[in-house]
């Protein structure tokens, strides 16, 4: 049979790939490898005799209780003890071992393994650990850590150390010559196989490491998920403030300079009303103009974030919003408790939004939008009494599809009823702590 060297029989080892070899010998990743199956085999090693040790006291104790009443009742008691004690413990003494074998994968080679998370809505200590797959993958792994960890640790020191076994040998027996240089040329070949077996069982241990202590990868993808709405949540409120930041600086500067443009061009036209008729005209254009600048600024003002929103909440808000609408609207608000900022700014928007589509495509005679809040839950509800079809008319696909968005960017739901005739009913359930 013959005899491989790092992945190569004795025969491909030609001067120029020998050297390669031997090169390998003081590799970095040579040492990183060793250093890993090293300390593998003592972090293996300790997880064979502590969780091998309880297995053995709790199999004793077992043992001990099917041959009771001899002992009498105190060793019973301890019996006992040790039968329900230790099923308990096993999972957190699992747990820790498997938090030392991260740390040592981290230390020798960088890796970094992150603990699986735990599992919500499992049963309680001690039943909870015994029910979760991440338990069983972690015991799973120290008992195949006999393999890799602790015969690999063996096979990778046995194979630095056979030159020094080879030396000993031929001091011991000095009068053996031929199965002298036989273990010389064994020990060379080993230990030119030692990078490449430290390399196969690091490899082995890191793989193992990453399947069986790791996230799984259900809990993978829910942490992803849950990584991707913190992100979502985090733009929507960025999103939000830096409306507000807009909002307010357009109110406290632009607004405040056209106001009082608006008022000198008002005085200046009052003031130059005996003026000849082009001055008069050009005084009172740049008049209607600044007022008319005014009003689109205070509406696009209205449209980042209405300050009445943040000063007053959620109902003044939607009062001023239906107050200004060219159609009569019922408003209904029973919110008992706020929701949080940037839900009740997607919920102002998405009725301010709705009552545009309905005045621009309902042909409604009036509106009625309710607010109410169950729970975690702010249920919108924006009605109208028109023609219907609200998803096959002009113009409103877009504008439905933006409500849809607003919803979502909070992790809500929109829900449109439009049947041929009327009425159009547009419900959005918004989570309130999002």
Same mark, same amino acid.
């Given at each position: 049979?013959?005899?491989?060297?790092?992945?190569?029989?004795?025969?491909?080892?030609?001067?120029?790939?020998?050297?390669?070899?031997?090169?390998?010998?003081?590799?970095?990743?040579?040492?990183?490898?060793?250093?890993?199956?090293?300390?593998?085999?003592?972090?293996? +090693?300790? *997880?064979? /005799?502590?969780?091998? =040790?309880?297995? %053995? #006291?709790? $199999?004793? @104790?077992?043992?001990?209780?099917?041959?009771?009443p001899v002992g009498g009742w105190t060793n019973a008691a301890l019996y006992i003890a040790a039968v329900l004690v230790i099923p308990a413990l096993t999972p957190w003494v699992a747990q820790g071992l498997a938090a030392l074998q991260r740390s040592r994968l981290r230390a020798t080679l960088g890796t970094k393994i992150p603990a699986p998370a735990r599992t919500a809505g499992r049963a309680p200590w001690p039943v909870g650990p015994w029910l979760a797959a991440r338990t069983w993958r972690q015991l799973g792994f120290h008992l195949l850590a006999v393999l890799t960890g602790v015969a690999g640790g063996l096979l990778v020191a046995a194979c630095w150390l056979a030159p020094v076994a080879a030396v000993g040998y031929l001091a011991v027996?000095?009068?053996?010559? +031929?199965? *002298?240089? /036989?273990?010389?040329? =064994?020990?060379? %070949? #080993?230990? $030119?196989? @030692?990078?490449?077996?430290?390399?196969?069982?690091?490899?082995?241990?890191?793989?193992?490491?990453?399947?069986?202590?790791?996230?799984?990868?259900?809990?993978?993808?829910?942490?992803?998920?849950?990584?991707?709405?913190?992100?979502?949540?985090?733009?929507?409120?960025?999103?939000?403030?830096?409306?507000?930041?807009?909002?307010?600086?357009?109110?406290?500067?632009?607004?405040?300079?056209?106001?009082?443009?608006?008022?000198?061009?008002?005085?200046?036209?009052?003031?130059?009303?005996?003026?000849?008729?082009?001055?008069?005209?050009?005084?009172?254009?740049?008049?209607?103009?600044?007022?008319?600048?005014?009003?689109?600024?205070?509406?696009?003002?209205?449209?980042?974030?209405?300050?009445?929103?943040?000063?007053? *909440?959620?109902?003044?808000?939607?009062?001023?919003?239906?107050?200004?609408?060219?159609?009569?609207?019922?408003?209904?608000?029973?919110?008992?408790?706020?929701?949080?900022?940037?839900?009740?700014?997607?919920?102002?928007?998405?009725?301010?939004?709705?009552?545009?589509?309905?005045?621009?495509?309902?042909?409604?005679?009036?509106?009625?939008?309710?607010?109410?809040?169950?729970?975690?839950?702010?249920?919108?509800?924006?009605?109208?009494?028109?023609?219907?079809?609200?998803?096959?008319?002009?113009?409103?696909?877009?504008?439905?599809?933006?409500?849809?968005?607003?919803?979502?960017?909070?992790?809500?739901?929109?829900?449109?009823?439009?049947?041929?005739?009327?009425?159009?009913?547009?419900?959005?359930?918004?989570?309130?702590?999002?």
């Amino acid at each position: 049979m013959p005899l491989y060297v790092d992945g190569m029989t004795l025969a491909d080892l030609t001067p120029r790939r020998l050297a390669a070899t031997a090169s390998s010998l003081w590799a970095a990743a040579t040492w990183r490898a060793t250093a890993n199956a090293l300390a593998g085999l003592l972090a293996g +090693a300790a *997880g064979v /005799l502590v969780l091998g =040790g309880l297995a %053995a #006291l709790w $199999l004793g @104790a077992v043992v001990s209780l099917a041959e009771w009443p001899v002992g009498g009742w105190t060793n019973a008691a301890l019996y006992i003890a040790a039968v329900l004690v230790i099923p308990a413990l096993t999972p957190w003494v699992a747990q820790g071992l498997a938090a030392l074998q991260r740390s040592r994968l981290r230390a020798t080679l960088g890796t970094k393994i992150p603990a699986p998370a735990r599992t919500a809505g499992r049963a309680p200590w001690p039943v909870g650990p015994w029910l979760a797959a991440r338990t069983w993958r972690q015991l799973g792994f120290h008992l195949l850590a006999v393999l890799t960890g602790v015969a690999g640790g063996l096979l990778v020191a046995a194979c630095w150390l056979a030159p020094v076994a080879a030396v000993g040998y031929l001091a011991v027996h000095r009068g053996m010559l +031929a199965i *002298g240089l /036989l273990a010389c040329a =064994g020990s060379v %070949a #080993l230990l $030119l196989a @030692a990078p490449w077996t430290a390399r196969q069982v690091t490899r082995a241990d890191e793989f193992l490491a990453r399947r069986l202590l790791g996230p799984s990868r259900s809990e993978e993808l829910a942490l992803r998920v849950a990584s991707l709405a913190r992100s979502r949540a985090d733009a929507v409120a960025a999103a939000d403030a830096e409306r507000r930041r807009i909002e307010r600086d357009l109110h406290d500067g632009a607004q405040q300079r056209l106001v009082s443009l608006a008022m000198n061009l008002g005085m200046a036209r009052e003031r130059f009303a005996g003026e000849a008729e082009p001055v008069r005209e050009a005084i009172a254009a740049a008049h209607e103009e600044a007022i008319l600048a005014l009003s689109e600024l205070r509406e696009f003002i209205r449209g980042l974030h209405p300050a009445v929103l943040s000063d007053r *909440g959620l109902n003044a808000a939607l009062s001023g919003l239906v107050a200004r609408a060219p159609l009569p609207v019922r408003l209904r608000v029973d919110v008992a408790r706020p929701a949080a900022p940037g839900v009740e700014a997607v919920a102002y928007f998405i009725v301010s939004e709705a009552l545009t589509n309905v005045v621009k495509h309902a042909q409604a005679s009036s509106a009625e939008v309710t607010v109410t809040r169950a729970g975690d839950l702010l249920r919108v509800v924006v009605s109208d009494d028109g023609t219907g079809a609200a998803a096959s008319g002009a113009g409103r696909g877009t504008g439905l599809r933006g409500l849809a968005q607003r919803a979502a960017a909070v992790d809500g739901t929109l829900h449109i009823d439009s049947p041929p005739g009327g009425p159009t009913v547009i419900t959005a359930e918004l989570p309130c702590e999002s």
